[in-house]
């Protein structure tokens, strides 16, 4: 199982065009630029899953979506702990994930050829996407919640500088 994990779908009911200005200004959004990357993406220790999650980061990071991916064979500082278990270490993920904001839309379960009911307890009642039917179907779906995320992150955060900024007026306005 490989399992994407947002630090982020109206984007496709807009024009082409429209779509894809709109997806400029999200990935350019100064918000998006306070976090390292856009999706760390953890996989199963099986060399097929390792296959998929080199694959899905190849089209994620590839023009036009231009997507920042934390993969963590490849993106590791030296001196970093290394899991020895990467099954355990994608657990370990997926549970600060789900402590950080469940049933945020944080994390997309991306599987091939597991029946629901090997899922984890914890994914039982996320949507799934199934790779072994259409996998660029699939990352065509994670790169749309991304943006989404994104979009979502953006919003809250002028929502909270306004916020901000109207406190701030109000209290040089009463002293």
């Known amino acids: 199982m490989v399992t994407s994990v947002i630090s982020s779908s109206s984007l496709t009911t807009a024009s082409p065009g429209a779509a894809s200005c709109q997806r400029q200004l999200l990935l350019n959004s100064a918000v998006r630029w306070t976090r390292p990357y856009d999706v760390f993406v953890c996989h199963s220790s099986e060399d097929s899953d390792f296959e998929a999650a080199e694959h899905l980061v190849s089209f994620l990071e590839a023009p036009p979506r231009n997507l920042r991916c934390f993969l963590s064979h490849r993106d590791s500082c030296p001196g970093a702990a290394i899991p020895l278990n ?90």
């Open 86 to 175: 990467s099954d355990e270490w994608c657990t370990y993920v997926m549970h600060q994930a789900l402590a950080d904001g469940p049933m945020s839309n944080r994390m997309i379960p991306l599987v091939r050829n597991l029946s629901h009911t090997e899922f984890p307890p914890e994914l039982k009642v996320y949507s799934y996407t199934d790779l072994s039917r259409n996998t660029e179907r699939c990352y065509a779906l994670v790169n749309r919640t991304v943006l989404q995320y994104l979009k979502d992150l953006s919003t809250t955060n002028c929502y909270m500088d306004r916020a901000h900024l109207k406190g701030s007026t109000e209290k040089r306005i009463s002293n």
